[in-house]
């Protein structure tokens, strides 16, 4: 088989090729950097599928044998009560050679609400981490998800959780096909 990631961050190319290994796939895995479709920084639930969908539409596309492709996408979303004024979120998409689709979200939690107007303004939430922590690159480690959770959930672990689901539903899917 052959599985193509529809981008090069580590966090995603990694969660991928651990859930495959987990679930005893004999895989190739090619990370290809591919665009989202969508701004630099998703901002809606909506927007950060798109997002996915197309990483994984246009990765497929870009290499034809494979038997599908992945796109995971991270964003962020206002939030609907004064506590959480503004949360991440991150979505995974499933594309199959076949045309299947398929969707998977991620954990959420709270940003700081100093956030807020710094996204709001076009600023991307990665950036915004590696100032807040005086560190590089959080988007490619522990991303926000694992700042905000001291480390109890990292950005890979939130994405090895998404294509669970993903591989899930194709797995399901296709012995259901069958």
């Known amino acids: 088989m052959k599985v193509i990631i529809g981008s090069r961050n580590p ?4 969660a991928v090729q651990d859930v495959l290994r987990e679930h005893g796939m004999d895989v190739e895995t090619i990370a290809l950097e591919v665009d989202s479709g969508v701004r630099t920084q ?3 639930d909506q927007e950060t599928i798109e997002g996915a969908l ?8 870009e290499i034809e ?4 492709a992945i796109g995971l996408e991270g964003g962020v ?7 959480a004024s503004v949360m991440v979120c991150n979505w995974g998409a499933l594309v199959s050679k076949d045309g299947r689709e398929y969707i998977a979200g991620g954990a959420r939690i709270p ?16 950036d915004l981490m590696d100032e807040y ?3 590089k690159d959080i988007r490619k480690h522990e991303g926000a998800l694992g700042i905000f959770t001291d480390g109890a959930v990292s950005r890979l672990e939130m994405f090895q959780h998404v294509c669970k689901l993903l591989v899930g539903q194709w797995r399901y899917n ?5």
Do not use: N, W
């Not at 966090?11 to 990694?14: D, M, V």
């Open 11 to 14: 966090a995603k190319y990694r």
């Open 42 to 44: 998703p901002m809606t």
């Open 54 to 61: 197309h990483r994984a539409r246009a990765a497929l596309i």
């Open 65 to 68: 044998d494979a038997d599908f």
């Open 77 to 83: 979303v206002l939030g609907s009560t004064p506590s």
């Open 111 to 126: 940003l700081p609400d100093a956030f807020k107007e710094e996204l709001l303004a076009g600023k991307e939430l990665g």
């Open 133 to 135: 922590c005086q560190r």
């Open 174 to 178: 296709g012995e259901k096909q069958a």
